[in-house]
């Protein structure tokens, strides 16, 4: 069983910067593949960003450029870091952990607005 608490979320101007984190509960973090996910008001919920074991990664185009995501597994935390923030990256935010199972964190909100 791991829990996942997404934290780092809030309100930020158009061409901000926010980090979001994902702390991971239980042991094994380094086997999960790690995902952001988000969902915004009467979307579906999509993937934004991927890291693998090995710290391969993969992004949304819609993020590609502006958003980073990477992980420690020291610390059995993965992060997503997002710049030059747009207004349609609103929307909250998911972490997600696979394995052999899938695992689903409460999700933090982001808001980009003047």
């Known amino acids: 069983q791991v829990q996942l608490v997404e934290s780092g979320g809030g309100l930020v101007q158009p061409g901000g910067s926010l980090r979001l984190s994902c702390a991971a509960s239980g042991s094994r973090f380094s086997v999960y593949v790690m995902g952001w996910y988000r969902q915004a008001p009467g979307k579906q919920r999509e993937l934004v960003a991927s890291?693998?074991?090995?710290?391969?990664?993969d992004y949304a185009d819609s993020v590609k450029g502006r958003f980073t995501i990477f992980r420690d597994n020291a610390k059995k935390t993965a992060y997503l870091q997002m710049n030059s923030l747009k207004p349609e990256d609103t929307a909250v935010y998911y972490c997600?952990?696979?394995?052999?199972?899938?695992?689903w964190g409460q999700g933090t909100q982001v808001t980009v607005s003047s």
């Open positions: 997600n952990a696979q394995w052999v199972y899938v695992y």
């Open positions: 890291i693998t074991t090995t710290g391969s990664t």
